[in-house]
């Protein structure tokens, strides 16, 4: 049960990160951000998320990342069905030209482990 549970509380942060990742790496121009608390009826929260993983040389399934033209790597990460939809070419290309086996996996079970506030 202990291992279990170790496993799965360094899941949650790495999600986390990748997401942050995908955010941050998005070919999507940036925009200032407005830090006025939004009304219910703007709140636009992540209830599904889409990763494309495949099993590398040491057995773990790991978030494929596709190389940016800026150089950089962003991982196939989605939070919506538009960005799903641009970046699964990527995904089917890179697939082709690597002869790997990947998937596309939707992640559904939402659970807010913490509020982090100032």
Do not use: C
Not at 27 to 35: A, N, S, T, V
Not at 49 to 76: C, F, H, M, R
């Amino acid at each position: 049960m202990r291992d279990l549970k170790a496993q799965g509380s360094t899941t949650v942060p790495k999600l986390v990160m990748l997401g942050l990742a995908a955010a941050l790496s998005s070919p999507i121009h940036q925009h200032r951000i407005d830090f006025k608390t939004p009304t219910p009826e703007e709140i636009q929260r992540i209830n599904q998320l889409w990763l494309v993983t495949y099993i590398n040389e040491a057995g773990l399934e790991v978030v494929v990342q596709a190389k940016l033209t800026s150089g950089d790597y962003a991982p196939l990460i989605a939070a919506d069905p538009a960005r799903l939809e641009s970046m699964m070419p990527a995904a089917r290309d890179l697939a082709t030209t690597r002869n790997i086996k990947m998937r596309l996996i939707k992640l559904t079970n939402r659970l807010d482990i913490e509020n982090i506030v100032p």
